[in-house]
């Protein structure tokens, strides 16, 4: 079982910038798709942002394609997403989260659900003021 702790967010004004950050520990972590998700009050939680396990292919949301940058560190356990241009409508708790299966294939990585993902963080809250 692995465990994922995010950081990094906090109240930004409309514009502003964050970078969030999700360590993982508890199984290797290279072999595993990553995945951001949120979730704002009353709605349900949506996929963000998702990097395939060797980090070469991102997957964005169309409501954040241009803003934010999904990006990994194997040797550091460590997943990022840097978001620019901040919108009011991106406040939200955030949650990194980790696929089940390892090894997936990067086309998987497309078609993958809430579902595939196995192992959640805490949340970060992200607000951003406008």
């Known amino acids: 079982q692995v465990q994922l702790v995010e950081s990094g967010g906090g109240l930004v004004q409309a514009g502003g910038s964050l970078r969030l950050s999700c360590v993982a520990s508890?199984?290797?972590?290279?072999?595993?798709?990553m995945g951001w998700f949120r979730q704002a009050p009353g709605k349900e939680r949506e996929f963000v942002a998702g990097?395939?396990?060797?980090?070469?292919?991102?997957y964005y949301a169309d409501s954040v394609k241009g803003r934010f940058t999904i990006s990994r560190d194997n040797a550091k356990y460590t997943v990022y997403l840097q978001m620019n241009s901040l919108k009011p409508e991106d406040t939200a708790v955030y949650y990194c989260?980790?696929?089940?299966?390892?090894?997936?294939?990067?086309?998987?990585?497309?078609?993958?659900?809430?579902?595939?993902?196995?192992?959640w963080g805490q949340g970060t809250q992200v607000t951003v003021s406008s």
């Open positions: 990097i395939t396990w060797s980090g070469g292919i991102p």
């Open positions: 989260a980790s696929d089940r299966a390892p090894w997936r294939t990067a086309q998987a990585m497309g078609v993958m659900t809430q579902a595939d993902f196995g192992s």
């Open positions: 508890g199984r290797t972590f290279s072999r595993y798709h």
